[in-house]
């Protein structure tokens, strides 16, 4: 509806505490960033899985009573943004599913980009399947007879699978994470220490996307569960095994924009990775202005950042509406504009007759920064130079992140930034270089993905498809 990105999910899992259900739908709350169409949590008591899942906002799928039929001690839970397979509520995770082995439940962050060719294989030899999401391939490759149970039926299905995939798995009576070789998405390991855990099954953990989910489940970090690496959490206690060699690959858009920036991810401060990004704007693309304003929300640490190395003031020169309905009707050219309109004002007492820099994340389709900048000109600000603290982003993501196809993307379409700053009918026009971006990480730049900035894809995408590419209907 409006130029940004589409996030993907989220996932929280916990072994061992009294109330699973209740400690995984805070860590989903915090998470909920990560995706707004659905919500689901899976529980077991040891010996019954149970689960509750919906279309809509965590705060929307549950509500009390769902807490006292979800009993449990070890729980995984899910919210989606439909990256492949339609938002319906047959697709929605945490998937639970009845193998040879038993009732597994999975919740997936990430797209595979085999899945396709996979399922067309299994379909071949008569699985059914009854999701259109790629996350249940590994589901019926787990389920083969070969397999003498989950553990080493992972090890031995996962190198099968490529792609971006964090896993959270929920047997009856284990919690098992996964991540790719490449490290895509992020995954952490916390250690939660409450009265009324069973001492006979160990000690209390959570695994989740995000440390700001550990931070509101009461859990404490402990790791990153590492690229390549399956952990298993159960009564024996916490095994860490490999089944690929690590080959980092971490996505550097989750630092830009995704990541809640009160997260720490592969190894950095998100918000001062942030800050460092607009620092390094700053001094990549100077300019004299009067005043430094961010997009909210995500724009403003940048704009911070730039503030401080450049010297100019920061303020909040628009605000944003955060009560816009989801379910507006898809709008044409006019109503995405009164979108924008709704979401967005001006400040004027900020801006009017000051020549103003504008920090943003990220520039999709343009359209919402050509209109927000009518709004800035409108409050009467005299001159407009946008900073982006990222390159331009020019190609398609196949992990994940629902951008738009190349044609649709402004830094696609459009071959220089002189012919964006035009289009955008600003100033100045200016983006991070990616030697910028890499610049501000602790971890060398090669361990990062940027493919949608320069093209050079970590895994080959095997099957080039849209996100419903595998609906049957
Ligand atoms: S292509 Fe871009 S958005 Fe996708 S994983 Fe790589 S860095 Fe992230």
């Given at each position: 509806m409006d130029d940004s990105v589409g996030h993907h999910c989220g996932l929280a899992g916990v072994y061992n505490v009294p109330d699973a259900a209740a400690r995984c739908y805070l860590g989903l709350f915090a998470l909920q960033h990560r995706g707004q169409e659905s919500a689901g949590i899976a529980v077991s008591d040891g010996k019954n899985l149970n689960v509750k899942k919906s279309m809509g906002l965590v705060t929307e799928v549950f509500r009390p009573k769902d807490f006292e039929e979800l009993h449990g001690h070890i729980g995984v839970g899910h919210v989606r943004y439909s990256t492949t397979g339609s938002s319906r509520l047959v697709n929605v995770q945490p998937l639970v599913i009845d193998t040879a082995h038993g009732l597994i439940a999975v919740a997936h962050n990430g797209n595979l980009v085999n899945a396709k060719t996979l399922r067309d294989e299994f379909e071949a030899h008569g699985s059914i399947f009854?999701?259109?999401?790629?996350?249940e391939v590994i589901v019926h490759l787990l389920a083969r007879p070969e397999h003498a149970g989950y553990e080493r039926g992972l090890l031995q299905s996962l190198p099968r699978i490529l792609g971006a995939y964090s896993f959270i798995f929920m047997t009856h009576d284990k919690l098992i994470a996964a991540r790719d070789p490449q490290g895509f998405r992020p995954l952490v390991l916390g250690r939660i220490a409450v009265p009324g855990h069973l001492k006979s099954i160990g000690e209390g953990w959570m695994v989740a996307s995000e440390t700001c989910a550990l931070d509101q489940a009461g859990a404490v970090f402990e790791r990153e569960i590492e690229p390549g690496e399956l952990l298993i959490i159960d009564a024996e206690g916490v095994r860490s095994k490999r089944f690929a060699e690590p080959k980092p690959a971490h996505c550097m858009f989750e630092h830009v924009?995704?990541?809640?920036?009160?997260s720490m991810i592969f190894g950095d401060y998100v918000h001062q990775i942030r800050l460092k990004l607009g620092e390094k704007l700053a001094q990549e693309h100077p300019v004299k202005a009067d005043v430094v304003i961010g997009v909210p929300d995500s724009g403003n640490v940048a704009a911070q950042g730039f503030a401080r190395a450049s010297g100019i003031p920061f303020d909040f020169g628009f605000i944003r509406s955060h009560y816009v309905g989801r379910s507006f009707i898809k709008p044409d050219q006019l109503e995405r504009e009164k979108v924008v309109d709704m979401k967005f004002n001006a400040v004027r007492s900020v801006v009017d007759g000051k020549r103003v820099v504008v920090v943003d994340d990220s520039l999709v389709r343009g359209t919402t920064f050509r209109r927000q900048a009518k709004l800035l000109r409108q409050a009467g600000a005299t001159e407009i130079h946008l900073r982006i603290s990222c390159p331009p982003t020019k190609h398609a993501c196949y992990y994940g992140i629902d951008f738009l196809s190349r044609g649709e993307l402004i830094a696609g379409k459009l071959k220089s930034v002189e012919a964006i700053r035009e289009y955008l009918n600003i100033e100045s026009l200016g983006y991070v270089s990616e030697e910028g971006l890499l610049s501000v990480v602790s971890r060398p730049g090669s361990h990062y993905c940027t493919a949608c900035w320069n093209g050079k894809y970590p895994v080959h995408p095997v099957d080039v498809m849209d996100k419903l590419g595998m609906e049957k209907c």
């Amino acid at each position: 509806m409006d130029d940004s990105v589409g996030h993907h999910c989220g996932l929280a899992g916990v072994y061992n505490v009294p109330d699973a259900a209740a400690r995984c739908y805070l860590g989903l709350f915090a998470l909920q960033h990560r995706g707004q169409e659905s919500a689901g949590i899976a529980v077991s008591d040891g010996k019954n899985l149970n689960v509750k899942k919906s279309m809509g906002l965590v705060t929307e799928v549950f509500r009390p009573k769902d807490f006292e039929e979800l009993h449990g001690h070890i729980g995984v839970g899910h919210v989606r943004y439909s990256t492949t397979g339609s938002s319906r509520l047959v697709n929605v995770q945490p998937l639970v599913i009845d193998t040879a082995h038993g009732l597994i439940a999975v919740a997936h962050n990430g797209n595979l980009v085999n899945a396709k060719t996979l399922r067309d294989e299994f379909e071949a030899h008569g699985s059914i399947f009854q999701t259109s999401t790629d996350s249940e391939v590994i589901v019926h490759l787990l389920a083969r007879p070969e397999h003498a149970g989950y553990e080493r039926g992972l090890l031995q299905s996962l190198p099968r699978i490529l792609g971006a995939y964090s896993f959270i798995f929920m047997t009856h009576d284990k919690l098992i994470a996964a991540r790719d070789p490449q490290g895509f998405r992020p995954l952490v390991l916390g250690r939660i220490a409450v009265p009324g855990h069973l001492k006979s099954i160990g000690e209390g953990w959570m695994v989740a996307s995000e440390t700001c989910a550990l931070d509101q489940a009461g859990a404490v970090f402990e790791r990153e569960i590492e690229p390549g690496e399956l952990l298993i959490i159960d009564a024996e206690g916490v095994r860490s095994k490999r089944f690929a060699e690590p080959k980092p690959a971490h996505c550097m858009f989750e630092h830009v924009y995704f990541a809640r920036p009160d997260s720490m991810i592969f190894g950095d401060y998100v918000h001062q990775i942030r800050l460092k990004l607009g620092e390094k704007l700053a001094q990549e693309h100077p300019v004299k202005a009067d005043v430094v304003i961010g997009v909210p929300d995500s724009g403003n640490v940048a704009a911070q950042g730039f503030a401080r190395a450049s010297g100019i003031p920061f303020d909040f020169g628009f605000i944003r509406s955060h009560y816009v309905g989801r379910s507006f009707i898809k709008p044409d050219q006019l109503e995405r504009e009164k979108v924008v309109d709704m979401k967005f004002n001006a400040v004027r007492s900020v801006v009017d007759g000051k020549r103003v820099v504008v920090v943003d994340d990220s520039l999709v389709r343009g359209t919402t920064f050509r209109r927000q900048a009518k709004l800035l000109r409108q409050a009467g600000a005299t001159e407009i130079h946008l900073r982006i603290s990222c390159p331009p982003t020019k190609h398609a993501c196949y992990y994940g992140i629902d951008f738009l196809s190349r044609g649709e993307l402004i830094a696609g379409k459009l071959k220089s930034v002189e012919a964006i700053r035009e289009y955008l009918n600003i100033e100045s026009l200016g983006y991070v270089s990616e030697e910028g971006l890499l610049s501000v990480v602790s971890r060398p730049g090669s361990h990062y993905c940027t493919a949608c900035w320069n093209g050079k894809y970590p895994v080959h995408p095997v099957d080039v498809m849209d996100k419903l590419g595998m609906e049957k209907c």
